[in-house]
């Protein structure tokens, strides 16, 4: 298929090696001008690396695939191949790979999504809101949220750091390889450190030190993206990562689900002495240790990921010989400086992080809105226990079929965005609709607190969120004020995978604190809502 792309004159030339005598070669040698040696465009200012990001790192847990759906929308790169030229086939670090080179390259993209994905889900969206929830039931939504806002910080400002320092690295092995690497062994130190902990202050150490390794390895691999891969096979690339990230996540609901059903069984009765509220008495610290079944395969996962890609792709170029550059913090917190005279722009960034904080609080906190408020009246009661076997394998039943049930909506939603967006354009409507989707997805666990409501959820607002993503991302392009600058403007509105994060903990902590859980889902439907207003307000596009 590679081979198919032919422009007369320039593909078709004669190769001067077989036609030109070693008298030629060496009289055009004498004539030929060095070029100069180039500083690499860093990945932060990079419209590829930045567009990829935006759409792979949106994906919610309860919508996996939403990093799948992706529709044609031009990004205003101005370093691509298409816009004069060169060869499309030829790739940002020089190198023209291959049919086999970029089959190793869709493997390893792919295959390192579907295999961080597993391990990070199950550990972050079961396995640990479930150990909070014994150590310290009364407390467990503060140190859910303190963990996950924290991390998600320390994940961003980590993953800026690594991406600024592998740009500048200089090793024979490449600018991304070494990075890569360490960056899975020291996420799995810091598994392992997280295993064998029960107080709070030590997880929240492990935690971020894992968000801190995992982005060591992360920011350089979706860097490696946009050097390594050339234009105009891209966008396949890049959907196939996504398609792992979202195969990756489901995957890692259900063995986080199987660790939850199994951690119940053959607990000691006389551990039993904390009350838990309504829902019943729970057991205590002594009793994590059938949720720790998972870390030490999970560390030799991360540490073996990072090996695994750099042996399944082509081995990276060294980049020694390319222009030193020195790291330099004022430019790289000058390359997130936010535009001007905007403001467009600035109603995209805030309704965005409303919208992915307000649907991401139930995915979020769905462990503890199961066991305590849509499947409460089931494992309550006389002799129940909220972490007994039979109390926690519905709980089980239901994180398994709402991962399949969203993964299949927004897969769903991933095939018909490209059709929507043909017929209608990309408008600020058509994200409205898709906003008002999650909207009523929302409602329906909170109307219904059962099983079926959050199956519910995870159809409708699982479908909403796949095409939001899709159609959003089309959206962004074109509010971007300075197409030219398009990589830094994309840097600042990926900021918002971040604060939607920390919004959705902060804010989803203290609603079901200062009230209940219900009021958890009536603060997520009225910022879902604020989104939708603000994205009407849009003046630049319809």
């Not at 295993?195 to 030590?202: D, E, L």
């Not at 095939?415 to 329906?444: E, H, K, Q, T, Y």
Request: proline content about 7%; hydrophobic content about 55%; some cysteine.
């Amino acid at each position: 298929m590679n081979e198919d792309f032919k422009r007369p004159g320039i593909d078709d030339r004669p190769d001067p090696d077989e036609v030109l005598t070693d008298q030629d070669k060496a009289s055009i040698a004498r004539l030929a001008v060095l070029p100069e040696s180039t500083t690499p465009e860093s990945s932060r200012a990079d419209a590829a690396v930045q567009s990829t990001k935006l759409a792979a790192e949106a994906a919610a847990p309860m919508a996996a695939a939403a990093s799948f759906a992706t529709v044609d929308a031009a990004v205003p790169d101005p370093n691509s191949a298409f816009l004069d030229m060169r060869d499309p086939m030829v790739a940002a670090d020089g190198t023209r790979p291959d049919k086999l080179s970029i089959t190793r390259l869709t493997i390893a993209f792919t295959l390192s999504a579907v295999l961080c994905a597993i391990p990070w889900m199950a550990l972050g969206s079961v396995v640990l809101p479930e150990m909070l929830d014994r150590i310290d039931p009364a407390g467990r939504e503060a140190m859910f949220a303190a963990i996950n806002a924290v991390g998600a910080i320390v994940a961003l400002i980590s993953n800026v750091l690594f991406g600024a320092l592998s740009d500048t690295t200089r090793t024979p092995f490449g600018r991304r390889t070494p990075w890569i690497v360490g960056g899975g062994v020291l996420t799995a130190l810091f598994v392992l450190l997280f295993g064998v902990t029960s107080a709070f202050p030590a997880m929240l150490f492990a935690w971020c030190g894992m968000q801190f390794g995992y982005n060591m390895m992360l920011a350089p691999f979706v860097a490696a993206m946009a050097d390594r891969v050339p234009d105009k096979v891209r966008g396949r690339v890049a959907r196939c990562y996504g398609t792992g990230i979202a195969v990756g996540q489901m995957l890692g609901l259900l063995v986080g689900a199987v660790i939850l059903a199994g951690s119940g069984r053959g607990m000691d009765p006389s551990l039993i002495t904390n009350p838990a509220g309504p829902a019943g008495p729970v057991n205590l610290a002594a009793d994590l240790s059938p949720l720790r079944i998972g870390f030490v395969p999970a560390a030799i996962l991360f540490a073996l990921i990072g090996l695994a890609v750099v042996l399944i792709w082509p081995r990276e170029p060294s980049s020694v010989e390319q222009a030193n550059t020195r790291f330099d913090v004022h430019a790289l917190l000058a390359d997130f400086r936010p535009p001007r005279h905007a403001p467009d722009y600035y109603r995209m960034l805030v309704a965005r992080t409303l919208m992915m904080a307000g649907y991401g609080m139930i995915p979020m906190y769905e462990l503890y809105i199961l066991k305590y408020y849509s499947l409460a009246s089931v494992i309550a009661g006389p002799g129940a226990f909220v972490t007994s076997a039979p109390a926690l394998l519905p709980v089980a039943v239901v994180i398994a079929v709402m991962a399949v049930i969203a993964l299949a909506a927004s897969l769903i939603a991933a095939f018909v965005a490209g059709p929507l967006v043909d017929r209608f354009g990309v408008s600020r409507n058509l994200v409205m609709v898709c906003c008002l989707l999650c909207l009523i997805g929302v409602v329906f666990p909170w109307i219904l607190p059962s099983g079926l409501g959050m199956w519910l959820f995870a159809a409708v607002a699982g479908f909403g969120y796949g095409l939001y993503n899709a159609v959003d991302h089309a959206l962004s392009m074109t509010v971007l004020p300075d197409p030219s600058d398009a990589g830094r403007e994309l840097a600042v509105l990926n900021l918002t995978n971040t604060l939607s994060v920390v919004v959705s903990a902060v804010v989803g902590a203290g609603a079901v604190v200062l009230g209940s859980y219900s009021w958890l889902f009536i603060v997520a439907l009225a910022m879902i809502a604020v989104a939708v207003v603000l994205l009407s307000t849009m003046r630049a596009v319809r």
